[in-house]
């Protein structure tokens, strides 16, 4: 597509419930990376896809985070057993290739706002 | 480890006013990029500018500029003349060579407010 699309654009779960979030980059971008973004501070880096090569997962905050994605299409964010801290928007973006940000610079999607009830 | 300060939460100026951002980082990388990004309500992170550790030149485009100091570690951003749709939070950030130049390290934000 144009863009990156995220999906949903907000969601709202009880405490304890498991979500998943999607995030279809632009075409022919091999390089996706996940950041959260909450109320009131700049975005922090979650886990980064380039092509077929092993993701890094530095950034996930728990074990109760993960994500994956299929080549170099679409990638999907789950959250198990949500808490209220994991309340926040989350954010993808896909870049042309690895060193994204230096080269190429990144295209985010508008973001999936989470809300932890 | 890397930082980047943005020590200015929320700042509201009158259009028309010129208004400048700042932005504070730390890195122990020699060779590094720093960014600015927008974020309109509508949420998409607009992309801004992207200069290397190694181009100190002062960047002009149309009412924006940037003001890159190495010696004070500082990259602010000045909107001359600002208007109603410049409000957004605008966010700094960094990006050092160490461990693959794939990670963005981003500031808090500070919110711009432009009033009538």
């Known amino acids: 597509g144009a863009g990156v699309s995220q999906s949903p654009s907000n969601k709202v779960t009880e405490k304890g419930k498991d979500v998943e979030l999607r995030c279809d980059p632009i075409?022919?971008?091999?390089?996706l990376y996940w950041y959260r973004q909450r109320l009131g501070q700049g975005l922090e880096f979650l886990i980064y896809f380039q092509g077929n090569s092993a993701p890094d997962k530095s950034g996930l905050p728990s074990d109760r985070f993960s994500a994956e994605r299929t080549g170099e299409s679409v990638s999907t964010l789950t959250i198990q057993r949500t808490q209220q801290e994991d309340s926040a928007v989350y954010l993808c973006?896909?870049?042309?290739?690895?060193?994204?940000?230096?080269?190429?610079?990144?295209?985010f999607g508008s973001g999936t706002r989470l809300t932890v009830v | 480890a890397q930082k980047v300060t943005q020590a200015q939460t929320e700042i509201s100026v009158v259009e028309k006013e010129d208004v400048t951002l700042d932005c504070v980082y730390e890195?122990?990388?020699?060779?590094?990029?720093l960014f600015w990004y927008k974020q309109p309500p509508s949420g998409e992170l607009v992309f801004l500018i992207r200069r290397n550790s190694f181009d100190e030149q002062n960047e002009i485009s149309g009412r924006y500029s940037w003001n890159f100091q190495k010696s004070t570690s500082s990259f602010n951003f000045t909107i001359t003349a600002s208007q109603v749709v410049d409000s957004a939070v605008y966010f700094c950030a960094l990006s050092g060579i160490t461990g693959g130049g794939n990670k963005l390290t981003f500031g808090t934000g500070t919110q711009l407010k432009v009033e009538l």
């Open positions: 075409s022919g971008h091999t390089a």
């Open positions: 973006a896909s870049s042309l290739s690895a060193q994204g940000p230096i080269n190429y610079g990144y295209t």
């Open positions: 890195t122990r990388d020699t060779t590094y990029y």
